[in-house]
């Protein structure tokens, strides 16, 4: 807006410009080239201000995206199953991006599809953006979607790219958590198997030599009983081998139960030096 006055009063002059006026021009002082440089002034004026406008709303947009990006990329990693990274995924893009039609497919090593989900459909005949997810052994899926054309080659699929690299991540992490966990079951049993077949034989072995104690005398048999009660030593330091094994995966699983019990110190260190004694 620009004021036109009869005479110059700058009192009124600020009290126009402060409402908005963009020039106060009194009309003694008014000719061509003052009015239309007060024109010109105004124009770029109103030209930066609704390009200000454009950039805020672009900006506010953007940092609106962003958030819900890191919301959805939180989310992707806290899923424990391919099916809720997909769906999220998918939610996530609705809220991204102005896309007709998404989908995600996810393929197993040999390319055959195991999972698919998509929102909205297709157009046909229309330009479909395919991102590949990824994975440790090659392509393990692809993400489809359809952008109106004058948002193809904008941030719309930049965000989409970022999207896409945390769902891959995400179905990487799945996988590498049941490969952990698959070792870690091997492992109990394994742990399980070796528990049962040594505990067996150290049964057989500690039995044997306490009936063997029981029949040799303290007076004739001195040396003997000497080395069974070597013998009983060694049984039970095996037998607490395997229980410090399974241990090891009590406390793993949280299950570990502490029994505190009294023992004779002099009975430890001549225990220890026992098996001291029989590895030199």
């Given at each position: 807006?620009?004021?036109?006055?009869?005479?110059?009063?700058?009192?009124?002059?600020?009290?126009?410009?402060?409402?908005?006026?963009?020039d106060?021009?009194?009309?003694?002082?008014?000719?061509?080239?003052?009015?239309?440089?007060?024109?010109?002034?105004?124009?770029?004026?109103?030209?930066?201000?609704?390009?200000?406008?454009?950039?805020?709303?672009?900006?506010?947009?953007?940092?609106?995206?962003?958030?819900?990006?890191?919301?959805?990329s939180?989310?992707?990693?806290r899923?424990?199953?391919?099916?809720?990274?997909?769906?999220?995924?998918?939610?996530?893009?609705?809220?991204?991006?102005?896309?007709?039609?998404?989908?995600?497919?996810?393929?197993?090593?040999?390319?055959?599809?195991?999972?698919?989900?998509?929102?909205?459909?297709?157009?046909?005949?229309?330009?479909?953006?395919?991102?590949?997810?990824?994975?440790?052994?090659?392509?393990?899926?692809?993400?489809?979607?359809?952008?109106?054309?004058?948002?193809?080659?904008?941030?719309?699929?930049?965000?989409?790219?970022?999207?896409?690299?945390?769902?891959?991540?995400?179905?990487?992490?799945?996988?590498?958590?049941?490969?952990?966990?698959?070792?870690?079951?091997?492992r109990?049993?394994?742990l399980?198997?070796?528990?049962?077949?040594?505990?067996?034989?150290?049964?057989?072995?500690?039995?044997?030599?306490?009936?063997?104690?029981?029949?040799l005398?303290?007076?004739?048999?001195?040396?003997?009983?000497?080395?069974?009660?070597?013998?009983?030593?060694?049984?039970g330091?095996?037998?607490?081998?395997?229980?410090?094994?399974?241990?090891?995966?009590?406390?793993?699983?949280?299950?570990?139960?502490?029994?505190?019990?009294?023992?004779?110190?002099?009975?430890?260190?001549?225990?220890?030096?026992?098996?001291?004694?029989?590895?030199?």
């Amino acid at each position: 807006v620009i004021i036109l006055a009869g005479h110059g009063d700058e009192s009124l002059a600020a009290e126009v410009m402060k409402r908005g006026a963009a020039d106060y021009i009194p009309k003694s002082e008014l000719d061509a080239n003052r009015f239309a440089k007060s024109v010109r002034a105004v124009v770029r004026m109103s030209i930066a201000q609704h390009l200000e406008t454009r950039a805020r709303l672009a900006l506010r947009r953007e940092a609106d995206r962003l958030a819900v990006l890191v919301s959805a990329s939180v989310e992707l990693h806290r899923a424990d199953n391919a099916i809720t990274i997909v769906e999220t995924a998918l939610a996530a893009i609705t809220q991204l991006v102005d896309a007709r039609f998404a989908k995600i497919e996810l393929y197993d090593h040999e390319r055959r599809p195991v999972l698919a989900r998509s929102v909205g459909s297709a157009t046909e005949g229309t330009c479909i953006h395919r991102l590949p997810l990824e994975g440790g052994n090659g392509v393990m899926g692809e993400l489809a979607v359809e952008l109106p054309s004058e948002l193809a080659e904008g941030l719309d699929v930049s965000i989409l790219t970022q999207l896409a690299i945390s769902v891959r991540m995400a179905l990487r992490n799945i996988e590498l958590r049941d490969v952990a966990c698959r070792a870690s079951q091997a492992r109990e049993d394994m742990l399980a198997i070796v528990a049962h077949d040594l505990r067996n034989p150290l049964n057989t072995i500690s039995l044997a030599a306490s009936m063997l104690g029981t029949s040799l005398t303290p007076v004739d048999h001195a040396a003997e009983l000497a080395f069974v009660a070597r013998i009983e030593r060694g049984a039970g330091r095996m037998t607490r081998l395997i229980e410090d094994l399974l241990d090891a995966s009590r406390i793993e699983s949280g299950h570990l139960t502490v029994e505190p019990a009294r023992e004779r110190a002099v009975a430890l260190v001549d225990e220890a030096i026992d098996a001291a004694r029989a590895a030199a």
